[in-house]
């Protein structure tokens, strides 16, 4: 039996042997081993087999001083045929390719790239290791520069504040900016910026043009952000790296390519690295005064009357303008105190946002439907706002001034000054019907007489009907007013579907996002064009909306965020997949 048992295990061990798998090689190689701190560098990994094998990819190990960026797998095989002494043998080769994408970032002046290990039927097989000598890389020597330009690095918290981003590129260089590189560069910067700021960018594309620098010729990328710090401290950002395309002229192997003027062109990926951005936020300077409402920036206040003097009954507007270099969320809102003696009506708002190079403007106009109650003089206390500038440190007021109201007797006695009376559309509808009352009797023809007092009966109860109807509607108006804010949100749906829509069919030249948070500030009674993403997240979590379309919706708004630096036009697509959005979000918002 134990004879047996050896005779198997030798058996076993002799066909293992001879079906394994030879390795015939396994080696690492580079195209240069002299790189600068921030160059990305192609590494080429050959295992060379007699028969294919599955294996995974084998990993560098994790070091903060460089970063593996991609890592591609191929396979191909190859048969070699000989004869000797008339004897013919085959030899195949099976090529597994691994290549690597490897960015430095270093402060040391050598890397030791260590050796791969591959599992090859539960054998381990080790490559040769690298090492690469790492100098240091001067920003004059980069044909590509990142730039950051700020009005000042210490600035209040929830300031407006411009920053730019200037990518320039050295002229007559073989350098050349990729879109990839710079949009991937743009998406980090966001994404770290939004964690600190709330986040605007003032234009859709990055402004190209040509300027010289220090005496060299640069082609400029300069795009302009508008930030908002959250949160007072020292803030700052780390370096980034942006990829980057040089083209390298090369001879081919035929030594007389070089004399008959033939070249190769090949193209090396390359890193420039950000300075590091850093922001000072300090809080408002106090005491600060009892009526601030954390108003930061400059703010305009006018108003006027549409007529100073109006019969008692009949109507007068009063119209306010508030403008600033805010968004509309941060500028607060106007209300009018209430007065006995006068009927103030809601205003009618129009709110313009308007996002320019300068910044974001914002202009709110509100007009108010005043009526007075009775025969006298009244006064209107002008409206307050007091803002903080940042330039001068110091708290400022803006103001409309008072209003006054002169109210005449009108056509009514005093004791119907306690009654209903009508508003200036209900004067004028009742004028225009009782103006076509004829007294015009004959008394020369009695039938005649009889006809136009039955006339004048019947005009005269028409205008009574209509009046009494007019009264009523009115009086509905007043004791049960609609809620406007659930009007909005019973059309929120229906109208944000109808721009996205538009924006669909190119009718529309807007982003998808905007009708978006329209929608949400429809719904949610809550301005969220100023929010970040996890506050909206936060927002529609108490509204009962699941965890999967929140997450939908922040990756929604990132890649409209992308789309207006990245090439091609895909508001179309973006527009058709926020309708599916909404949707979702409709169907579970409570």
């Keep these: ?184 560069f743009l998406k980090i910067l966001q994404d770290k910026l939004s964690q600190n700021f709330t986040l605007t960018p003032l234009s859709n594309s990055p402004e190209n043009k040509h300027e010289v620098i220090n005496g060299v010729s640069h082609q400029v990328y300069d795009l302009v952000f508008n930030l908002v710090p959250l949160d007072t401290g020292k803030i700052t950002i780390p370096s980034i790296s942006i990829v980057y395309i040089i083209q390298e002229r090369g001879g081919g192997r035929d030594p007389f390519d070089g004399f008959f003027g033939f070249s190769s062109i090949r193209q090396k990926q390359a890193a420039a690295i950000s300075p590091a951005l850093t922001y000072n936020i300090s809080d408002l300077p106090k005491p600060m005064p009892k009526n601030f409402t954390g108003i930061i920036g400059a703010v305009k206040l006018s108003g006027s009357l549409s007529r100073d003097s109006v019969p008692a009954g009949e109507s007068i507007t009063l119209n306010i303008t508030m403008s600033g270099k805010m968004s509309s969320a941060l500028m607060g809102d106007i209300e009018l105190d209430k007065n006995p003696d006068l009927d103030i009506f809601p205003p009618e708002r129009k709110i313009s946002q308007d996002t320019t190079s300068t910044g974001v403007n914002t202009k709110k106009q509100y007009s108010w439907m005043i009526i007075p109650k009775k025969e006298g003089t009244f006064k209107i206390p002008g409206k307050e706002i007091i803002w903080f500038d940042p330039n001068s440190a110091a708290y400022k007021t803006a103001s409309t001034g008072n209003f006054t109201i002169k109210a005449s007797a009108g056509n009514y006695s005093q004791q119907t000054q306690t009654k209903r009376y009508l508003t200036q559309s209900e004067i004028t509808t009742f004028g225009n019907d009782i103006r076509y009352i004829k007294t015009n009797l004959s008394e020369n023809n009695a039938n005649q007489n009889e006809i136009d007092k039955k006339l004048l009966l019947g005009l005269f109860s028409s205008a009574w009907i209509l009046s009494l109807f007019l009264i009523l509607i009115k009086l509905k108006t007043i004791l049960f007013p609609k809620n406007i804010n659930e009007e909005k949100k019973s059309r929120a749906f229906s109208t944000a579907v109808r721009e996205l829509n538009r924006i669909l069919n190119g009718k529309e030249n807007i982003s998808p996002m905007a009708a978006i948070i329209k929608y949400l500030s429809a719904k949610t009674s809550k301005e969220t064009g100023s929010m970040k993403y996890d506050e909206i997240e936060k927002l529609l979590e108490s509204r009962s909306v699941s965890a999967n379309v929140r997450e939908k919706l922040t990756k929604y708004f990132r890649d409209v965020e992308i789309s207006r630096y990245a090439s091609g036009n895909s508001q179309n697509n973006l527009a058709k997949n926020g309708i599916d959005l909404l949707k979702s979000i409709e169907k579970e918002f409570k």
Excluded: C
């Excluded at 790239?113 to 539960?122: G, K, Q, S």
């Excluded at 240091?136 to 520069?145: A, M």
């Design 1 to 184: 039996m134990n004879i047996q048992k050896i005779t198997i295990t030798i058996i076993s061990l002799l066909i293992n042997f001879v079906l394994a798998v030879e390795v015939k090689s396994f080696k690492m190689t580079t195209n240069n081993t002299n790189i600068q701190n921030g160059d990305i560098v192609s590494i080429m990994a050959e295992l060379l087999t007699d028969a294919a094998v599955s294996t995974d990819i084998p990993q560098f190990p994790q070091s903060s001083d460089y970063s593996v960026l991609s890592v591609n797998k191929s396979q191909s095989s190859s048969t070699s045929i000989s004869m000797i002494n008339g004897k013919t043998t085959s030899d195949k080769t099976v090529t597994t390719r691994f290549l690597y994408q490897i960015q430095f970032n270093t402060q040391k002046s050598s890397i030791n790239l260590a050796p791969l290990l591959v599992i090859i039927e539960n054998r381990q097989v080790a490559s040769n290791g690298i090492t690469f000598q790492i100098g240091e890389k001067k920003e004059e020597d980069s044909p590509v520069s990142v730039k950051f330009l700020r009005e000042r690095s210490t600035i209040y918290k929830g300031e407006q504040a411009r920053l730019t981003v200037r990518v320039m590129v050295r002229s007559n260089t073989n350098a050349q900016l990729t879109n990839d590189g710079y949009v991937g």
